[in-house]
């Protein structure tokens, strides 16, 4: 990697376990900032970390429902505990990372109104460091259209992911905060036909 390259880390946190959540952000701080940022011939930084990973698809893996709030308690418990491993002037908390705009989940109750109903940023050390809503936006998945390289940023795959989130993206920046489309995968995730 260039020296300076950013990245965007995501602890996915869908294991339910907060020990092992807070064991992932310690090796993600060591590696960025300890021994593990030593050890690279150029200097890379972590300019942002995911917690949780389309959290509204978790009440498939505990057989019961998951909502918001659940999410929210998530966050402000683990974000609370290893905020203070990084050095937060040049690395920000994201939240989430949902694929529920998504309607094939049948998701519309995951909106990023309601992460802001369930105070998400009760804390505000966790407020101040938290400056994007990350969402994950897929194009075309399910229908069996094949895009080929960069399609998926045409003007109408854009307007469409806007249009479909205009109301998520309002309510975040009423909060101070930014709207993201982390990604824009189509398929099976493939290098190539992610925008």
Request: with cysteine; proline share 6%; net charge neutral.
């Amino acid at each position: 990697m260039p020296a300076g390259s950013s990245f965007h880390w995501g602890v996915n946190g869908r294991s339910f376990n907060d020990t092992e959540s807070i064991e992932q952000f310690k090796l993600l701080a060591d590696s960025f900032y300890g021994s593990g940022q030593a050890r690279l011939q150029n200097p890379v930084y972590l300019k942002e970390i995911e917690l949780g990973n389309q959290p509204d698809t978790w009440s498939q893996l505990i057989n019961a429902p998951y909502f918001p709030h659940n999410y929210t308690m998530l966050f402000q418990r683990i974000s609370s505990q290893v905020i203070d491993f990084f050095d937060t002037s040049l690395t920000g908390f994201s939240i989430g990372g949902n694929g529920h705009f998504n309607p094939a989940y049948n998701s519309l109750i995951w909106t990023a109104s309601a992460l802001f109903q369930a105070d998400i940023f009760s804390d505000p050390k966790i407020k101040k460091n938290t400056p994007n809503l990350s969402n994950h936006a897929y194009c075309r998945i399910y229908d069996g259209f094949i895009p080929i390289p960069g399609q998926l940023m045409d003007k109408a795959n854009i307007r469409g992911n806007l249009s479909t989130n205009a109301n998520d993206i309002k309510a975040t920046r009423a909060e101070g905060k930014k709207f993201i489309f982390v990604s824009l995968p189509f398929g099976q995730w493939r290098p190539t036909l992610t925008s």
